[in-house]
């Protein structure tokens, strides 16, 4: 069994994530930085311990964030918008979903928090998120104003 202190991170921030636009990769961060102590607090057994807090962070994270994504897209006219948004409401979704579960009590919540964040992450941060990096070019952002700074 690997020792918990030397266990290297599940959810590591790599530039390649980044979509070029501070606001937005800062909060992607957040989010690795939140997904990586939940794995940190699983493999020292105290992922139950952590989980409530996480989950009210990552519903607090996605009203925040998925508004500032939103705004970005709408401004620069991403033709993915429609696609990305419905993306946001299924992931917010699932997230209530699962902290329903979490305060009921269920028994693999845990896991299956760890297995979204997975997902959030791989199919959605770093690929559909990245699209939008695609597509915001220097030009575009050089016309943005600052997104509104999160709450």
Not at 19 to 35: K, M, P, R
Request: hydrophobic residues 40%; aromatic residues 8%; contains cysteine.
């Amino acid at each position: 069994m690997q020792d918990v202190y030397s266990a290297p991170p599940m959810f590591q921030w790599r530039q390649q994530y980044a979509v070029n636009v501070e606001e937005i990769d800062h909060e992607h961060q957040g989010l690795f930085a939140a997904a990586e102590r939940m794995h940190q607090a699983m493999l020292a057994g105290l992922g139950k311990q952590v989980l409530q807090d996480l989950l009210a962070k990552l519903v607090s994270y996605t009203c925040v964030h998925f508004a500032h994504e939103e705004q970005l897209m709408e401004r620069v006219g991403y033709p993915g918008l429609n696609e990305h948004r419905a993306q946001h409401l299924d992931l917010r979704s699932r997230l209530e979903l699962l902290r329903k579960r979490a305060a009921a009590g269920e028994v693999t919540i845990t896991i299956e928090v760890a297995q979204f964040l997975i997902e959030w992450l791989k199919q959605h941060t770093a690929t559909s998120d990245l699209r939008i990096a695609g597509y915001v070019t220097s030009d575009v952002k050089s016309r943005l104003s600052p997104l509104p700074e999160a709450s």
